[in-house]
């Protein structure tokens, strides 16, 4: 049957989850299918759990394309792209090099940081609302350098575009980084703090909303996987799921990295890559930390959660897969002593990785808004390194969009129609 102003959410993610709360919240009918069961892994669960607004640069920035090909070919990098004959990652790698310029980079940071405040601050309220629940913290994060040129680097990069853009960075050297967390011992330079970053536990915090979106009505069909679309003039009349076709007024692609094969037999280009991370978390550190941590020369993020301790990193575009490369992981274990001296690989032994798969766009930038071609299908995915932050204003900018309202923050560079 038919309900009046319903929206089926394809894909249960963190991006899925926060459309609905959105959804939801405004009075809609809010259905959500996902091809896994309600205890499953996705996206969010393993990553760093940052609320990052001091990631105002994209991906795609002047450099990158130098230190990618440098990174290409060592496996052990921190980037590192599986060379292969794929067409859609010859576009890919394409269009990222035509995004990779200073003017992107100055037209993209703005819209970044507008995404990730705003996201901030929702983040704030749905901690309020559901009494605190997924470990909400508001200490910052501080970006480590081990070298005096990091530091160097960092304060004449971000730091000085976060600051330009109000997003406050400091530049601290190694005794002022160590006054911030006494507790440990760190090998570096310095470090450049941001106090407007926050984090959280991301299994906390799906597991919380999931529970009250339950009670707000919404619901779930959880073991459901899309396969296909059926089409009437212009717009979509019914997902066809394993469930049966299922109708809505309203569609939201939400389906992470695979959000580009969820749109089979529709005739759009969604170009984006899934950028696999690891991480791996120490159920009992043999020290307590209070912040975020970024160990900026080999990338790895460091984040307590709860009384365990996470480290995660690496982009590796080697397609949709979930083969472990170890090398990969012991790239990260490799890099932890170097910045906290007290570590050792053996903290690490009989820990198991978990890894996950990241939707990158080209130019770092997401896909939000509805497609030219079926106006009643809107795209809320490829988010990358930013899911966790921006999911709450990814699925308020989705209401938004579907009541016609004036959205938040300026949606062209998020224009899921832009590779067309
Ligand atoms: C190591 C690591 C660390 C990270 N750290 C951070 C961080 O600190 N801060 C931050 O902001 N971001 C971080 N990220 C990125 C963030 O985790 C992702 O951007 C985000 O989780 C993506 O969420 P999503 O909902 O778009 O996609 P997903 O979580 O992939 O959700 C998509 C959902 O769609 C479902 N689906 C797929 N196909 C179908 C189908 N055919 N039918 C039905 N359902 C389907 C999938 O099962 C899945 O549940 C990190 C990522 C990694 C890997």
């Not at 809609?28 to 940052?50: F, I, K, M, P, Q």
């Not at 980079?105 to 009494?131: H, M, W, Y």
């Not at 094969?261 to 978390?281: C, D, E, F, N, V």
């Not at 890894?355 to 808004?369: E, F, I, K, N």
């Amino acid at each position: 049957m038919r309900e009046s102003k319903s929206v089926i959410v394809c894909g249960g993610g963190i991006v899925g989850l926060c459309c609905a709360y959105y959804l939801a919240r405004e009075g809609r009918s809010v259905t959500v299918l996902e091809r896994n069961g309600e205890v499953r892994d996705h996206c969010a669960l393993g990553s760093a759990g940052y609320v990052s607004p001091s990631h105002v640069i994209p991906l795609a920035a002047p450099g990158m394309v130098w230190q990618g090909l440098k990174w290409m070919l060592n496996p052990r990098s921190p980037f590192y792209i599986k060379p292969r004959l794929d067409s859609d990652l010859l576009r890919w790698s394409w269009l990222f090099m035509r995004s990779a310029n200073r003017a992107h980079v100055e037209r993209a940071a703005p819209i970044l940081r507008d995404l990730c405040v705003a996201s901030r601050a929702l983040f704030e309220e749905l901690d309020d609302i559901t009494g605190h629940a997924f470990e909400f913290k508001k200490e910052g994060l501080l970006n480590l350098c081990k070298t005096a040129a990091g530091l160097d680097h960092e304060a004449h990069g971000l730091a000085r575009i976060a600051n330009e853009l109000g997003v406050e960075a400091q530049i601290l050297n190694a005794a002022q980084t160590a006054a911030l967390e006494p507790g440990i011992k760190l090998d570096v330079a310095g470090s450049v703090y941001f106090p407007i970053d926050a984090h959280l536990t991301p299994w906390r915090f799906a597991q919380t909303l999931t529970a009250l979106l339950k009670e707000m009505g919404v619901r779930f069909q959880w073991n459901t996987t899309i396969f296909g679309w059926r089409t009437e003039a212009g717009r979509i009349a019914a997902v066809q799921t394993t469930a049966g076709d299922l109708l809505a007024d309203e569609f939201v692609l939400t389906g992470g990295s695979w959000a580009p094969s969820m749109l089979t037999g529709l005739g759009l280009r969604l170009p984006l890559q899934a950028g696999k991370g690891y991480s791996l978390t120490l159920p009992q550190p043999r020290f307590k930390v209070t912040k975020p941590m970024i160990c900026t020369e080999r990338r790895i993020a460091v984040t307590p959660m709860g009384d365990t301790l996470r480290f995660g990193g690496t982009m590796e575009l080697s397609g949709i897969n979930h083969h472990v490369r170890l090398e990969r992981v012991q790239q990260i274990i490799d890099s932890v002593p170097l910045y906290f001296p007290e570590l050792t690989a053996a903290d690490f032994s009989g820990i198991q990785p978990w890894h996950g798969l990241r939707p990158v766009a080209p130019d770092g930038m997401p896909y939000l808004g509805r497609f030219n071609r079926y106006r009643n299908l809107t795209a809320a995915c490829g988010h990358a390194m930013l899911g966790v932050t921006m999911a709450p204003i990814s699925g308020l900018l989705v209401a938004e969009i579907l009541a016609g309202r004036k959205p938040s923050v300026a949606l062209q560079m998020l224009d899921p129609n832009r590779y067309a």
